[in-house]
């Protein structure tokens, strides 16, 4: 997963290098997005969970959910559920 993860960060920054200032605030928010699944994911395989690990997976889990918003427009053209 950790492997995954590298490989779509580098996909996804170098397809959003040359962005004008309007879509900067997009491209911000879907690095985010995938990092914080990709943490939710990693933090998962985990044998034990503390509280504490619980209170971050929660907060990866939040973020998801508030800039998960940015991919819908692509949803369709796509065919896949991503999050």
């Known amino acids: ?8 960060w580098a996909v996804l920054t170098s397809a959003l290098r040359n962005l004008d200032s ?10 985010k997005c995938v990092s914080a699944r990709v943490d939710i994911s990693l933090m998962a395989q985990y044998r034990n969970h503390t ?3 619980h209170v ?14 940015i991919f ?11 999050f």
Request: aromatic fraction near 8%; proline fraction near 2%; charged fraction near 30%.
């Open 1 to 8: 997963m950790r492997n995954l993860g590298r490989g779509i």
């Open 22 to 31: 309007s879509q900067y605030h997009d491209s911000k928010s879907a690095l």
């Open 51 to 53: 509280p504490d690990r």
């Open 56 to 69: 971050y997976m929660e907060r990866y889990l939040q973020t998801v959910r508030r800039k998960k918003d």
């Open 72 to 82: 819908l427009e692509f949803h369709t053209v796509m065919g896949v559920v991503i």
